[in-house]
């Protein structure tokens, strides 16, 4: 059993993997988040028949213990049991080489990165019925609008946001700082600064108006005037 400490650790990191992974993967269709420790990603193409989903599951010490994945997707019936052995086979090495530390982006690139040697042995398995995605089963239809997809970021900020915590799996100082700002979102703040500029300078042209006048014909004081005579003489 894990110790109280142990298990706030593994909250802290698993809180930390989420946030990466929606924003890398957000608007990303090959992305499905199932439950904050349930997820679904699609290596391949719908249309391809090498396609397949992976199921993953983080139980309650991850990443101290193994992450749960499976084949058992619907989508993955036409592909054979030797074919599936293989996917998993790899992709549990490389959980083993990875334990300790937020793996989730590492698998999914891997899958990818490795898609065709995967399945070079593949010839799909013909059924009878009309291969759907997992995620069209489970979710009602929709008005056929496809969802918009954002901007992808690059391998290399993927990298910078899955890679927070350090080899030992702790918080780096600064963690929970705002890092990452997307352009439309400085907007307000740009607008609110220009309000301020204006704000300012019409004050200060009020001041000159109102108090500008009053010092100018002030009277001068009298030991300046003593002064000003004793030279005219």
Aim: hydrophobic share 40%.
């Amino acid at each position: 059993m894990p110790t109280s400490t142990e298990s706030r650790c593994c909250q802290e990191v698993l809180k930390m993997e989420l946030e990466a992974l929606r924003s890398i993967y957000e608007g990303d269709d090959c992305f499905k988040e199932i439950s904050p420790v349930s997820f679904q990603f699609r290596i391949g193409e719908l249309e391809d028949t090498k396609a397949f989903i992976l199921d993953i599951t983080w139980p309650e010490t991850y990443p101290e213990t193994a992450p749960h994945i499976s084949l058992d997707a619907f989508f993955n019936n036409r592909i054979s049991a030797e074919t599936k052995q293989v996917i998993l086979s790899k992709l549990e090495e490389q959980v083993e080489v990875n334990l300790g530390t937020s793996m989730m982006y590492t698998l999914f690139e891997w899958a990818k990165e490795n898609w065709e040697a995967l399945m070079e042995n593949h010839s799909a398995t013909v059924t009878a019925v009309t291969l759907m995605p997992s995620s069209e089963a489970m979710t009602p239809a929709t008005t056929g609008k496809k969802k918009e997809r954002k901007d992808q970021l690059t391998k290399a900020q993927k990298r910078r946001i899955i890679n927070r915590t350090d080899n030992k799996g702790e918080l780096p100082r600064g963690w929970n700082w705002v890092d990452v700002i997307k352009v439309g979102e400085l907007q307000p703040l740009s607008t609110l600064l220009l309000w301020s500029y204006w704000l300012i300078n019409a004050l200060f042209f009020l001041f000159v108006v109102s108090f500008l006048p009053a010092l100018c014909c002030a009277p001068i004081p009298q030991h300046l005037s003593k002064t000003g005579g004793k030279d005219d003489d």
